[in-house]
């Protein structure tokens, strides 16, 4: 009652993985301000530079307020009207799987779940894939072989319990500044804690490391089948745990066994010190992000991990357990409700055809496709080749962030149509659709996120939507409204898309899926503007919490599978013609393309330009002064950044921000470098495999 009399709203940072409670206050002249939630679960009051910064983010220069139909403003009922024509015609003409979605890890659940919906239940395509891709799908296809399930087993109360927290190609301190702060609180009140971090560069996250391993890129299997091994040579295996609730230990300690760890670029006594910590302390948390996921090998590199925890039955107990932690806002959220082009809501799986089967009944739906859809990268080479005809691409900027940046550029470009809603029209993406369409944006929109720990938080408007401007579920459903299937896409607003989700969440609960909230189901509109962040599942027997500390996996046979994993070398390696390899990353004050974060100019001013890092050996040896340009390139593209001269990264290795775009900087779109480079298994981009050379500009 205080609040909503204040102009206060609760609501969750738009941002990263950590997903922090937000109070927004407006002064009712469309300026807001900013202050850390201390009753949200995730972040008890703290918010980092870029959480801060929010107010600063939703003034409208920029702002798309109107559609736009190839190049002229047009009225709504026009463009809508386009879209769903154009559409149509294309899947009469060459069939539902000519025709893609392209989303996004910002959207809301329920924007995620409408779009999903008209994609695979009524179009009849499992053309929906979203940039979760780069960024956790590995995650994902690891969770699903070691668990059955895309189930985050633990929760970050587990990083104040542990005694060894692990952070494997994961610049924390960055990416996701908060847990940082959460872990730095935990050692300043337990200073016997541990901290290691394994990254090919020292970063920021490095500083409150007790050790930083300095891992040469794809050395992670290696490192974790040569922990394996020691667990099983020191007896520290929990025998108990694995003779009844895991699968192929027996298998996975034979690849183990005998590994060559000299692929690691660790010395003997590194690996030694390590694998005593690891094995001596029985509360671990190994958290891992994008240094794992964007690889060739990203899946092994998971379930390399999850072997480890597996084999000593440290995993969903207090302190203990691997922990993916995702880049984006609700990239958990998306992957919930089938946002991904290999899964359907609420974690049932698309080829599996009693769970298909269950949902088109559910939905009613017309059709529903066999096989799952198109990946990203995958599906702007269809695009490219012109299977793809039509793609409407909602939220995000392909044409900087997916690598071949160019390719994916001229693929959309040569496009028979193609529609982009965003805020803006500012993005390299936009400047190229037929049809734009105006959405809301932090700040205005309503829904639910979900974040690292599956914590599931509401995020509320408290500007209005400027100019024409419509939520994401809005305008899905008015297209899906116009291809004939109003009925099925008839919302009055979130509340009534969250509880479809919710009630469609009983039956995968009834078919053995873990994300259960049907307890839910019927919540009315005023108790979904009041619900609290909660954490799932809510089943009768398990009220959020941890998974899997009880033996129960969701495999057809019960048990944790463990994965005989083989070393591989990475997809590019080295050569005489292109020298190093190029790793790519966040930096702390900028998201993504920085259609928002470049409003700032505090944020601005942490890093004011693109730019290389180049180890001081390498830098003498190609002459690159500190300050001056160097020409990156690739097989694929090139870009051309400012030089920093810093021994942070290895030798060979150098390394460059994502977040440039052709928009910011004419040269510092880092992804046209990016060769476009896939995990077999999860699709997921090798964005930090690049081989590229470097020379003075
Ligand atoms: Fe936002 Fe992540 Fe910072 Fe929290 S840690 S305020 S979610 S960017």
Known sequence: EEKAQSGTVCTTCPYCGVGCGVLARSNGRGEITIKGDKAHPANEGRLCSKGSALGETTDLDDRLLAPVVNGAEADWDSALDLVAERFQATIAEHGPDSVAFYVSGQLLTEDYYVANKLMKGFIGSGNIDTNSRLCMASSVAGHKRAFGTDTVPGLYAD???????????????????????????????????KVVNIDPRRTAT??????????????????????????AAQGAVDGDFVANHVSGFEAALDAANGTDLSVTGLSGEELAAFFHLWIGSEKVVTIYSQGVNQSSFGTDKVNAITNCHLATGRIGKPGMGPFSVTGQPNAMGGREVGGL??????????????????????????????????????????????????????????????????????????????????????????????????ATGWGEKDGTV?????????????????????????????????????????????????????????????????????ALAAISDRDFEAMAPFHWPLTETRQGGRFFGDGRFYTPDGKGRMLALEVKAPASMPSADYPFRLNTGRVRDHWHTMTRTAKSP????????????????????????????????SPQGSAVLRVVVTDRGRKGEVFAPIHWSGQNSATGRIDAVVTAITDPVSGQPDSKGAVVKVEPF
């Open 159 to 193: 990083l104040d319990e542990a005694d060894v927290i692990v952070l494997v190609g994961s610049n924390l301190a960055w990416c996701h500044p908060v847990l940082y702060q959460r872990i730095a609180a935990a050692k300043k009140a337990r200073p016997g804690m």
């Open 341 to 438: 082009a290999n899964m359907l809501a609420c974690h049932l799986d698309i080829e599996n055809p009693e769970h298909r089967s269950a949902v088109r009944e559910f939905w009613d739906a017309p059709t529903m496709p066999e096989v799952a859809g198109l990946k990203a990268v995958d599906m702007f080479r269809a695009v490219g080749e012109g299977r793809i005809k039509a793609i409407w691409v909602i939220c995000t900027n392909p044409a900087v962030s997916l690598p071949d940046a160019d390719g994916v550029r001229a693929a959309i470009e040569g496009c028979d149509f193609v529609v982009v809603s965003d805020i803006t029209a500012q993005t390299d993406t936009a400047q190229l659709a037929d049809v734009l369409l105006p």
């Open 602 to 633: 505090r944020l601005s001013q942490h890093m004011a330009e693109p730019y290389l890092e180049v180890h001081p050996d390498d830098a003498s040896r190609l002459g690159l002064l500190p300050a001056t340009l160097a020409k990156v390139q």
């Open 450 to 518: 979900t974040n690292s720990e599956r914590c599931i938080s509401r995020q509320r408007g408290v500007l209005p939507p400027p100019g024409q401007a419509r939520h994401d579920w809005r305008i899905i459903c008015d297209v899906a409204a116009r291809m004939g299937w109003g009925a099925a896409f008839d919302y009055s607003g979130p509340a009534e898309i969250f509880r479809e989700y919710a009630a469609l969440s009983g039956i995968a609960g009834k078919l053995g899926r873990d994300f259960d909230i049907s």
């Open 206 to 231: 490095s500083d409150i490391a007790d050790t930083h391993l300095s891992i040469a890129p794809g050395g992670d299997v290696a490192l974790f089948n040569g922990l394996l091994a020691e667990i």
